[in-house]
Structure formats: C-alpha cells, structure tokens
C-alpha cells in the first residue's frame, strides 16, 4: 500500500532520535488535535457505547440500533472471540514493529501501488499530502483465493496461523454484527450481508511511534471507512478518537473488547439512517501504539444502493448507486482530506 515514491519508515526517524517534525507530516492548523474541539471521555463514562453480546447483555440489537444511529461506532463484550487470540494478535503485531528493519522490509509492501498487501507506511497514490505519523502491516486475508500467506512475516513463527484464525473469527463476528445492525433497521437479517455480496478482507495493524512534537501530526487523519464495517482491537495505549456533535471523543482502551466502526456502504444501504463513523488517531511523545483494523468490505464489481424497504415519502432516496471498485478508486487517488467521501454519493447536495 505505498504510493508511488518510496516513503522513510516513520519508525526509522524514531530511532534515528529527529526531534523536530519533518515538514511531510505536519497537519494544516486547522486539523492538527490540539485545536480541534475534544470532548472529555469521561462525561461519556469511557467515549462510545458498549454493548454486551453476551446472555445476560439484555437486547443487543436495541443497543446496537441507537449506536448505530446516535454515534456510528461502539464497542462490543461477551462477542465469541475468545480474549486470548486478541492478546496474541496484539503481541504479534508488536513483535514485527520490534525486529530489526532488515527482516521488516523483507515483507516491504510494492511502491508502486497505492493497494498492495504488506509493510508500508503511506497509503495514498498522490504525493502532495501529508503523512500519517504511522507504518503499518495489511493483510489480503478475504476471499481465501487471494489469502497468501506467504506473503506475511514468519516471525514469530505462529504469526500466519494467528492471523488466519483471527480472520475467521472477524468474519464471524462481523456477519453477527451485520445480522443485528439488519434487523435494527427492520430488514431481514441476512439483508446487509447479502447486498455486500463476497466479503473483501483486510487486516492492518497499525503501529503508531512515538511522535516529537504530536500537537503538529496525527497518527491517522479524519475520515470515514470505505467498506461495510470496520472491527478494530487496540493495545492500552490512547488514541483513536470519534466524531460526534462535531468534538472528537475518545475511544477508552478495553481489552477484550472489540470496537466496531459503520463504514460507508452500510450507511449508502441505510439510506442515511445510520452514519459511517469519522474517526482519526492522534499520537503522544512517550509511548508507542498498535491497533489492529479488520476492513469487511463488497468486492470492486459489487453495486451498492439503498434498501428500497426504507424508502418512503418521510426518508425519500438519499444515495446514488455506485460501483465499489469506483468508490476505492476515488477514495485513494484524492484521499479522504478531512471529509466523508459518501457525501459525493447525496442525491440533494
């Protein structure tokens, strides 16, 4: 997933002990974090809902309906995946950060194409942006035909079993959660998995240095999710903040806990019912952070539209029709830029 020219790892400018931003990462001042208006986690009793899958969680699919509408995002407990494969998913992806770059870059991802599979650090194909202070690993694991594990790292040397057990259960659990978020909206419970059609998977683990100066860069700027649903897990480490009532609230660590984040083909199938979640990464001086992001997303000849059951004359049509793979195409030459790129897809603008 490198753009065209090649980009210096941000954790070689860690070690090499920079003490100042170089310029490449320094956000415009109206989007660097301490000017952005932020709400105190607290007074949310830990930022977005949690909603308990588990017996005695009560009515999961009324939870997930308001979080769905009210935030775009929550986190899920008692979800099936057992917590141990999330503590070993998190040690692994630690453990590739901590080797040395010589055998990191031997997974190096191609610098050509701005969506190739494993080790990078700049995601989008123009070259005038600015960077994320992050490098990252993604993962072709959806469909299985395109699943190589060859391509991952073979340190430690259970890391390609780990992340194909953790794959099965993320498209487990996302088909579960894309079950109740269907049946929220009144649909039949298989309605949103079926107009995703094949399910798309990446897994990208995200490794966040320590930043010299975290006022000036974020770690991953604002934007909304491409696909259908996003299932991130993170280390104890602060950082992912959501968009709400425009102040930015962060997302308490839980450990066993799975944060489940709306993308934009979820809301386009809600007709605007529910709203993809706007989210960001902010960064610190002192401690590294990981986070793992599993992308559920339609495959590029999917047509993606709103559910003609939520039509009616109190919630006429919102969405145009779009083809997937034109959705991605657009979303990584130009970048999200700070916006929900869904809004281009509005039918009154």
């Known amino acids: 997933m490198e753009a065209a020219a090649e980009t210096q790892r941000v954790q070689t400018l860690v070690e090499a002990g920079v003490a100042h931003l170089p310029a490449r990462y320094v956000q ?79 997974f190096a991802c ?16 123009k070259d005038d942006g600015v960077l994320d202070w992050r490098d ?14 060859s391509r991952w790292p073979d ?25 109740m978020i269907s049946q929220s909206l009144g649909l039949p419970p298989l309605y949103i998995e079926e107009a995703v059609g094949e399910v798309y998977q ?23 999710d491409m696909g259908a649903i996003t299932l991130l897990i993170q280390d104890d480490v602060e950082g992912l903040e959501v968009l709400k009532d425009g102040e930015w609230v962060q997302v308490q660590p839980l450990s066993d806990a799975v944060v489940v984040i709306l993308a934009d083909q979820t809301e386009v199938i809600s007709n605007g019912e529910y709203k993809s979640a706007v989210h960001r990464a902010v960064v610190n001086a002192h401690h590294p952070r990981l986070s793992v992001a599993t992308f559920y997303d339609p ?29 991605v195409s657009s979303w990584y030459s130009k970048g999200p830029e700070g916006k929900r790129n869904i809004d281009a897809l509005l039918i009154n603008q």
């Open 136 to 149: 990252y690993f993604d993962h072709h694991a959806l469909p299985e035909s395109r699943r190589n594990p």
């Open 202 to 224: 990446n897994i990208t683990i995200s490794y966040y240095p320590p930043c010299p100066q975290p006022d000036l860069a974020l770690g991953l700027q604002s934007h909304s």
């Open 28 to 106: 415009p001042p109206e989007l660097r974090p301490h000017l952005s208006r932020r709400r105190d986690a607290t007074a949310d009793r830990g930022g977005i809902p949690v909603v308990d899958l588990g017996p005695s969680g009560g009515d999961p699919v009324a939870a997930i309906g308001r979080a769905c509408r009210e935030w775009g995002a929550f986190q899920v407990v008692n979800h099936g995946v057992r917590p141990g494969l999330l503590e070993e998913v998190r040690a692994m992806g630690s453990s590739f950060f901590r080797a040395p770059m010589e055998a990191k870059l031997r």
């Open 299 to 327: 495959c590029k000849t999917r047509k993606i539209y709103p559910a003609m059951q939520l039509i009616t004359k109190q919630s006429p049509l919102k969405y145009r029709e779009v083809l997937y793979g034109d959705y």
């Open 110 to 125: 191609d610098p050509r194409s701005p969506a190739s599979e494993g080790y990078g650090s700049r995601m989008l194909a």
């Open 155 to 179: 340190f430690p040397s259970n890391y390609r079993d780990v992340v194909i057990e953790y794959s099965n259960n993320m498209k487990k659990l996302a088909q579960t959660l894309l079950c």
